[in-house]
């Protein structure tokens, strides 16, 4: 439910009309309560009061970031499973003192689980809670308590709270089912047929007129034994201004040094499974806006091309 723009400016004075109210009564709600914590860490509270204090901290927090006022996950989340967990251990060492721990280890395994389902990083709460006690008899029923408060957090809302405020603040940062989704998409998912490739007696003249019609800056050259290389705009540009329109394109390609020679083993490409990351680091790379795209098994024998602007329509990000 979206309350009216025009209460906008009513609401923190709601959200804080409320937690003051509730301070009033019960003073033990406001702050960060760490001495509060450290009472039921030592068994020192009563069961009624750590249920009431648990309830207030609840509302309280969600009156804050509610009506748009300061508020903390941190401390919190670490006094609300300190009095869920003291609660618990008060009730279950009264019904079996022989068989429980006392109310102050419940309380710490609470603050943990309670951490772990609210900002969801199971590990770290196992880490921190460890870096108190410095005890590992807590550490296997913390973690089983961390699974479940995990398990249980992620079925009832899919974004953590951390994310989910910030994307109420408009600040959308990639997580980790983004990166899933981004590195799924290989360069096959991009990809394009070969879009008619030159001959390696193509005429300089005929290739830059066939080029000229098209957006892209290099084009596929392919001979009888395969694929030979990329011939680039600029080679040809550089090859008419010179006077040479009548040289073929397998002149320009052997003229080449290093890997754009045409007996080279390599040249930059690209295979279809590849992650398109790479394609867009390898184009960078060679100063291109196109690669080809070749067989593992053939590194002559050419599936397709792979433009930049592929790329981006794939990742969403281009028309």
């Not at 079925?155 to 408009?170: M, N, R, S, V």
């Not at 040479?244 to 279809?272: K, N, Q």
């Amino acid at each position: 439910m979206r309350l009216s723009r025009q209460t906008l400016w009513l609401q923190p004075v709601a959200g804080g009309l409320g937690v003051g109210l509730m301070g009033f009564f019960v003073p033990e709600v406001l702050g960060v309560g760490y001495d509060i914590v450290e009472r039921a860490l030592n068994g020192d509270m009563l069961l009624k009061l750590m249920i009431t204090l648990a309830v207030l901290k609840i509302i309280a927090t969600a009156l804050c970031y509610g009506s748009g006022n300061a508020g903390g996950i941190f401390g919190p989340a670490l006094f609300i499973g300190a009095m869920i967990g003291g609660a618990v251990g008060s009730v279950a060492h009264t019904l079996f003192p022989g068989y429980t721990a006392d109310p102050g280890a419940y309380a710490l395994v609470g603050m943990g689980t309670a951490f772990a389902g609210i900002v969801r990083t199971p590990m770290t709460s196992v880490i921190m809670i460890f870096e108190v006690t410095r005890d590992y008899t807590i550490i296997v029923p913390l973690m089983i308590s961390n699974l479940i408060a995990y398990f249980i957090s992620y079925k009832l809302q899919k974004e953590p709270i951390y994310e989910a405020l910030a994307h109420q603040d408009g600040v959308h940062l990639p997580g980790a089912g983004s990166h899933l989704e981004s590195s799924r998409l290989q360069v096959s998912h991009a990809m394009q047929p070969i879009p008619g490739a030159f001959t390696p007696d193509t005429a300089v003249a005929v290739a830059a007129a066939r080029m000229g019609s098209a957006s892209l800056d290099g084009w596929p050259v392919v001979g009888p034994a395969g694929f030979l290389g990329m011939i680039r705009r600029a080679e040809l540009d550089r090859s008419l201004n010179g006077g040479h329109g009548d040289r073929t394109l397998a002149e320009i390609l052997s003229g080449r040094l290093g890997m754009w020679a045409p007996t080279a083993a390599e040249f930059p490409h690209v295979y279809p499974d590849q992650n398109l990351s790479v394609a867009l680091e390898r184009m960078g790379d060679a100063h291109l806006e196109v690669l080809p795209v070749v067989s593992r098994a053939n590194l002559r024998e050419l599936s397709g091309i792979v433009t930049r602007d592929d790329v981006l329509r794939a990742y969403g990000i281009a028309k």
